[in-house]
């Protein structure tokens, strides 16, 4: 069964230890004692807590897409025609090319928060190395 510490869940979720830390003292987030002393999460409670906050942040509209990532916008470069968005959600950099008049219209600017929708046919899915 795989187990996760502290850090590596809040490393996951792009939060604070203190805030797994919280969730787990709080009784939201599942979490036990390893040989060490040291909380340990059960991969499958955590994919649960996060599945259950995903459903608490609303559920999506009416699209087909059901990759969501909220974060902030960290760059924009805009010309004539085009537009590159840089969102940053949690830990990970999401680029986005698109119309400059879709990104003026949707108002995004360097610090404006947005949620990147992704929908496509293609998506590689890796597991890490050992550490």
């Known amino acids: 069964m795989t187990t996760f510490r502290i850090s590596e869940a809040a490393a996951l979720l792009g939060v604070s230890a203190d805030t797994v830390r919280r969730w787990v003292d709080g009784g939201r987030l599942p979490a036990t004692r390893d040989e060490h002393g040291h909380r340990i999460i059960p991969g499958a409670e955590l994919a649960a807590f996060v599945r259950a906050q ?10 087909s897409a059901r990759n969501r990532m ?36 949707l108002g995004l600017e360097v610090g404006v928060v947005a949620e990147a929708v992704v929908k496509s046919t293609t998506v590689v899915v890796e597991r890490p190395g050992p550490a």
């Open 54 to 63: 995903s459903r608490q942040d609303g559920e999506p509209g009416f699209s």
């Open 70 to 105: 909220r974060g902030i916008v960290t760059d924009i470069v805009r010309d004539r025609v085009m537009a590159k968005v840089d969102i940053q959600a949690g830990p990970f950099r999401i680029v986005s090319l698109m119309s400059r008049e879709a990104a003026d219209e």
